[in-house]
């Protein structure tokens, strides 16, 4: 009897620590067996999260074996986890069967034992799942596609594998029309047509908001796309609304090299994008050139730090002049990549920076590079002017940014008047707060500030209005064009100049290229002109010449 009872708990342990290939059947059928030995006929387990649950009977009851009446109680074990969840378990016998002695009592305790122990494992196990990878309104997340897209590479790779990112169109006015309780159920519904379309060729999670991602077989393709133009989903009775959506689509290529699963977000996400903007745009499928952006994107992040570190970053220097006697007045300090003795152009470089803050560092450090020019030339006795520098605004979530700003000028002992700050406008109200505190700042302690960009925006007039700034400066679309109507613009133009004019800030207009354009800043009271009409932007040694002639 012995042996035989060890045999039964070596099966029953065997299944209950084999993780990798853990199998309810297979766990089932040793129960089976090891209630057999001790003549019982039935066993139930119960779980509950908590003793008001139990209380309440809100919980799971599971019968894993019945062979017969249940009618005397052989065995009760009932346990308390440390979270509080409650775990039972109650074996049966017939009535006419020879109760167990005390030797078989304390197997059976501990053969029962042992199953409330798997029963808890599995429920953590379900609850982990539960809070690991699905989010608080239930739906499967982005570590959950994640894990998917990590187990397929594992299983064979994305042949004939399509990943999609979608966006359900005009949400916000289902939400407004309808309220957010309907709102919520047309999305679940939405999300619940999809999720049954895919099966088990697939999956699909929710990104956050009324954005999704799914991966599936290239077979559910044309399905898909009928999903995303339209399906009717029912929110209280028999009424329904029609859902679409917008998509980013990438068909993921037979040679594809999957490193990581961000390979494949960095695709569908800017596919899904370019989806939104489009006006009746429902699919954009991931292209070469949003492949050879990624690659960029990837690239310019692998290589900023140590780019930084080796000062392969430099500040080209474009002159501001006085357009009546072509003086030189100033500078704006503008940013350039030098690699491999190439100049990498901005707009390959500045864009990625501007996705996280990275370009904050970057901005310091054209800063830093500022300050420490002018300190020399100061200490060369050289005509020193007014040198500007772009910030983005990404700083604006910096709290500390005036005193970093001013530690930075300090440090290479630049006087205030030398350093001018320009900022693009805000798009939010609260962003528009903490430009108004910086520049407030800036203002009294002596350090210039322009407005970047004027009148690109919708709140220009605002700024001006509420903000103390130094300088104005008018951004190149303002500019009467050769295919415009160049009444109506110079109109336009006069009007801004006046303006600063009358509010006492300097007024300069960038991106001037035209002895034309001259004249008209000239007759407008617009004094000060930067563009390629007088120069480009120049590295520090050109530079230095021009400063060192002082007039054009």
């Known amino acids: ?206 990104v956050g908001g009324d954005n999704f991602a799914a991966i599936f077989s290239a077979e559910l393709l044309e399905p898909m796309k009928k999903a995303m133009n339209g399906l009717p989903v029912k929110y209280s009775g028999n009424d329904q609304v029609m859902v679409s959506a917008c998509a980013g689509v990438f068909i993921i290529p037979p040679d594809f090299v999957f490193n990581r699963p961000a390979d494949i977000a960095e695709m569908i996400f800017p596919a899904c994008q370019a989806a939104k903007l489009e006006k009746d745009g429902r699919i954009v499928y991931a292209n070469k050139k949003i492949v050879e952006e990624k690659e960029n994107t990837s690239r310019v992040r692998r290589y900023f730090e140590n780019a930084l570190e080796k000062q392969d970053f430099q500040a080209y220097y474009q002159p501001k002049v006085d357009v009546q006697n072509g003086k030189l007045i100033g500078a704006e300090a503008l940013c350039r990549w030098i690699k491999n003795g190439e100049v990498v152009p901005p707009a390959q470089f500045i864009p990625v920076l501007e996705q996280n803050t990275d370009i904050c560092k970057l901005d310091f450090y054209i800063l830093e590079q500022v300050c420490k020019n002018i300190h020399r030339w100061l200490s060369e006795g050289r005509n020193v002017v007014r040198i500007s520098v772009n910030l983005s605004r990404k700083h604006l979530l910096n709290p500390n940014l005036l005193e970093d700003i001013v530690r930075i000028i300090d440090r290479n002992k630049v006087p205030y008047k030398y350093i001018e700050i320009e900022l693009t406008e805000s798009t939010t109200e609260a962003d528009f707060k903490k430009m108004q505190r910086l520049v407030d700042g800036l203002q ?109």
């Open 1 to 206: 009897m012995d042996q035989s009872f060890l045999e039964h708990f070596e099966n029953l342990i065997d299944q209950m620590v084999d993780y990798e290939h853990y199998s309810r059947e297979k766990m089932l059928i040793v129960l089976r067996d090891t209630a057999r030995y001790f003549h019982l006929t039935r066993v139930e387990t119960e779980f509950y999260k908590n003793a008001t649950d139990e209380k309440d009977g809100i919980g799971e009851i599971t019968r894993d074996f019945d062979e017969g009446p249940a009618d005397k109680v052989a065995l009760h074990k009932r346990l308390v986890s440390k979270s509080g969840a409650i775990i039972a378990g109650t074996a049966y016998m017939a009535q006419d069967t020879e109760p167990l002695d005390e030797k078989q009592l304390r197997r059976l305790d501990l053969c029962l034992r042992s199953m409330l122990a798997l029963l808890s494992r599995n429920r953590m196990q379900n609850a982990i799942e539960q809070l690991a990878y699905h989010d608080m309104d239930g739906y499967p997340n982005f570590p959950y596609y994640y894990r998917y897209l990590e187990r397929l590479n594992e299983n064979g790779g994305f042949k004939d594998q399509i990943a999609m990112m979608f966006n359900i169109r005009q949400f916000s006015i289902i939400n407004r029309d309808l309220g957010p309780a309907a709102g919520d159920k047309i999305m679940h519904g939405y999300f619940d047509a999809i999720n049954e379309m895919i099966g088990d060729k697939g999956c699909v999670c929710h």
């Open 444 to 552: 009294e302690i002596g350090i210039s500030t322009a407005v970047d960009d004027f009148g690109t925006g919708y709140s220009s007039l605002r700024l001006v209005r509420e903000l103390p700034w130094k300088v104005i400066k008018i951004d190149r679309s303002l500019l009467p064009g050769e295919n415009e109507n160049k009444k109506m613009s110079t109109l336009v133009f006069s009007h801004i100049a006046a303006l600063a004019k009358d509010m006492g800030i300097e007024c300069i207009t960038e991106g001037v290229e035209t002895a034309e354009q001259i004249e008209l800043l000239r007759s407008n009271d617009c004094p000060f002109a930067q563009g390629f009409f007088y120069d480009k932007p120049l590295p520090l040694e050109e530079f230095e010449k021009r400063l060192d002639i002082g007039k054009y």
